[in-house]
């Protein structure tokens, strides 16, 4: 009675659970090309436990069929209507960032050591400019699970928000150690390099991005600033056709600013609102637009977006990382 409910926990089968483990692993690498394999060994998971809630969400998160998305959604919420993992996805998907903050604060007082609890949450602090917070996490997560690629490429994106070039630069090495083709990670670590003012080794790591509109949208700020501006101009001409100016506004946005062309910024800028909200967490402290800070434009649009800081202060996270 002293200590309230205890948390409720379901026995599993051990094969069923070795099986989700082993396909929990292949997914926290993230290479896409063995999503199949993960796909199957949660399928045979889920032959021996067919009420498997976790093994569920993890196969409705790399499964690609939209049915079968829906149809193991609708699953687990038979199973589990306060299912924490399905209330966090669903917060990093809310434009509404007091919704996804209160969605969040729910999952995190349901199952607080949930790794996707914890994954996501993250992600909400820093679009709510909780970015020390949303550090601290995936701290955690990389101790608790050193394979995890996503966290580390996370970790690594928060450190350069934060100003912790030196962190980020290690954190984007461990990443590509794990992943060297995945989450674009060789242009993200090209960007924290630029940062660090290294464009000659930014570049070499632009020329290895396997994504062709993002290694072009690199080179386009590496080429600046080594002063060969016909280049850099000539992959501007790349990213700046009429298809990728639709589909793929912020990082024009985010080109544009950091070669200090305030005006076609805030042109994308306006644009990537229309096209991807959730694009715009974080603003306010995102390295790339440090040269628009003293613009007249720029307080306003933030506030515009609910990313003033004044804004951002009125909405905190309720997380307490385990010890």
Same mark, same amino acid.
């Given at each position: 009675r002293l200590l309230g409910d205890l948390p409720r926990t379901k026995q599993v089968d051990l094969l069923a659970y070795e099986?989700?483990?082993?396909?929990?692993? #292949?997914?926290?690498l993230s290479n896409r090309s063995q999503y199949s394999a993960a796909a199957?060994? *949660?399928?045979?998971?889920?032959? #021996?436990?067919?009420?498997?809630?976790?093994?569920m969400i993890l196969l409705r998160i790399i499964v690609n069929d939209p049915v079968r998305q829906a149809a193991l959604t609708q699953k687990v919420l038979e199973l589990d209507p306060q299912n924490a993992s399905l209330k966090a996805f669903a917060a990093v998907g809310q434009d509404d960032m007091a919704m996804a903050v209160a969605l969040l604060n729910e999952a995190a007082g349901t199952d607080p050591t949930n790794y996707m609890v914890l994954f996501n949450g993250a992600r909400i602090a820093q679009r709510i400019g909780q970015l020390e917070l949303a550090i601290e996490i995936?701290? %955690? *997560?990389?101790? @608790?699970?050193?394979? %995890? %690629?996503?966290?580390?490429?996370?970790?690594?994106? +928060? +450190?350069?928000?934060?100003?912790? #070039?030196d962190n980020a630069l290690r954190s984007y090495e461990r990443a590509l150690e794990l992943n060297d083709r995945g989450g674009n990670a060789r242009w993200k670590y090209g960007l924290a390099l630029l940062i660090n003012g290294e464009p000659e080794r930014a570049r070499v790591e632009f020329e290895l991005?396997?994504?062709?509109?993002?290694r072009e949208h690199g080179l386009a700020l590496a080429f600046h600033d080594l002063g060969r501006f016909d280049e850099s101009q000539a992959m501007f001409d790349m990213i700046m056709v009429e298809e990728l100016a639709e589909i793929w506004p912020f990082g024009l946005a985010r080109a544009y600013a950091w070669i200090g062309d305030a005006d076609n910024t805030f042109h994308f800028l306006e644009k990537s609102v229309e096209q991807n909200f959730l694009l715009m967490g974080g603003l306010g402290r995102h390295p790339l637009f440090y040269k628009l800070h003293d613009d007249p434009r720029w307080m306003p649009f933030l506030e515009s977006i609910g990313q003033a800081p004044?804004?951002?202060?009125? *909405? @905190?996270?309720? #997380?307490e990382i385990p010890d």
């Open positions: 099986k989700y483990l082993q396909a929990r692993s #292949i997914a926290g199957e060994l *949660l399928e045979a998971a889920l032959a #021996i436990e067919p009420d498997y809630v976790d093994a995936y701290e %955690f *997560l990389v101790a @608790r699970d050193p394979l %995890f %690629f996503w966290a580390h490429l996370n970790l690594a994106d +928060y +450190y350069t928000h934060a100003g912790q #070039i991005e396997p994504g062709g509109e993002y004044d804004q951002l202060e009125r *909405l @905190r996270l309720e #997380i």
